[in-house]
């Protein structure tokens, strides 16, 4: 306990730079890169992705139950305008995804992870790839997608964890992702359905995506096995 209080404190005042700081996100160069280093770091429109699902499915007014649900530590930031390029502590989304499911998601949707994966997926990469599939099988969307710009789209997103392309077949392909032990395990959920609709847009018909390795688990990474037809 007494190591993860210091912590706590470097991720309040990490966060309250990222979200009330002067400028853009190359504020990250600046005075305050040795107390943001410690933390992880996600992108705005991340988290912008996961309150427009909020306001797409479970309706308007989510947002205040949002702000009154977190933990004082985060309200500021859910209370405050989110944007989506700049950088906010990893924190915050763990914090948002673990309060969707305590507090905000009905007995009628439990476990709503996936569900989100899947919205924020498709809004994240479906365009993009969607475009590519049109000249291309969905294995060689995978391979050149996760193969080569992989870690490019991860990396637009947080400033930590590697994706790496372990497998791929014509009807599936599996992922790893590394380096990266702070995930929230509700993130690790989400990402089976961001994996599916990165494969429905590749292309790929009745995408299913497990997560078969995690490191909530005792495993070395996280890693998510797709199939598709
Ligand atoms: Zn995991």
Not at 10 to 28: F, H, I, N
Not at 44 to 65: E, H, I, N, P
Not at 169 to 182: S, V
Request: charged fraction near 25%; charge should be positive.
């Amino acid at each position: 306990m007494a190591n993860r209080l210091p912590r706590l404190d470097w991720q309040r005042g990490a966060c309250y730079l990222a979200s009330v700081g002067e400028g853009e996100p190359g504020d990250r160069a600046g005075s305050v890169v040795g107390l943001m280093k410690e933390t992880v770091q996600i992108k705005g429109s991340a988290l912008l992705g996961v309150l427009a699902w909020m306001r797409a499915t479970l309706g308007v007014d989510t947002r205040k139950r949002l702000v009154a649900a977190v933990s004082r530590d985060w309200s500021t930031v859910f209370a405050g305008r989110i944007r989506a390029a700049r950088w906010y502590c990893y924190g915050a989304y763990g914090e948002l995804l673990a309060t969707l499911e305590r507090e905000l998601v009905t007995p009628e949707r439990p476990g709503c992870m996936r569900e989100i994966g899947r919205f924020t997926g498709t809004r994240d990469v479906g365009g993009i790839l969607r475009i590519v599939s049109a000249f291309a099988s969905p294995e060689a969307v995978v391979v050149r997608g996760f193969g080569a710009w992989g870690q490019s789209y991860w990396s637009r997103f947080c400033d930590t964890g590697r994706v790496s392309l372990l497998t791929h077949g014509r009807h599936g392909a599996t992922i790893g992702l590394y380096d990266f032990p702070e995930i929230a395990p509700e993130h690790c959920q989400l990402m089976e359905g961001w994996w599916e609709a990165v494969a429905r847009a590749a292309g790929a018909a009745q995408p299913r995506v497990v997560q078969t390795q995690c490191v909530h688990r005792d495993d070395a990474c996280c890693e998510f096995r797709g199939v598709w037809r």
